[in-house]
């Protein structure tokens, strides 16, 4: 039997990327989509792999069904979130990206870098990431080695 995931979308950010989380989530909140934010919540300074940590346990305990996370490039919270057994967060930078993340990696995790997307953009990608599936077949040995 195939364990069902919850149906929220998990969020992390660091200072930079909290303007872009928070209007993220008034979309969402607007189509009404359930969330667990685990922070930052201010633009005051603070350390990404904190907020990574955060989301990625939450990811590894199947506590919600994918996660978005949101810094200044995406590249540090992605190296965070992706030293937790479990996690596969992917930095994407456009749709064909996004579609490859799920389709042969099977990410949990969709980051992007807030100083390089706009909001209509990253609501694009997130509408993506929703409805791509992990295709399985010859790509399941490979994200079997990811752990």
Excluded: W
């Amino acid at each position: 039997m195939k364990y069902k995931l919850p149906d929220v979308v998990g969020f992390a950010s660091d200072h930079a990327g909290y303007d872009l989380k928070e209007n993220i989530k008034a979309e969402l909140y607007n189509k009404d989509i359930e969330f667990i934010d685990v922070g930052t919540s201010s633009n005051d300074s603070v350390d990404y792999p904190d907020y990574g940590k955060l989301l990625g346990d939450l990811v590894s305990k199947n506590k919600i069904k994918y996660g978005i996370a949101i810094c200044g490039s995406g590249i540090g919270i992605s190296i965070a979130l992706n030293r937790i057994e479990g996690v596969r967060a992917a930095v994407c930078n456009n749709e064909d990206m996004v579609k490859l993340a799920r389709q042969h990696n099977n990410a949990n995790v969709l980051v992007l870098g807030a100083r390089f997307i706009t909001l209509k953009t990253a609501l694009k990608y997130i509408s993506i990431f929703e409805k791509e599936l992990f295709e399985g077949g010859r790509h399941i040995p490979r994200v079997e080695k990811l752990g």
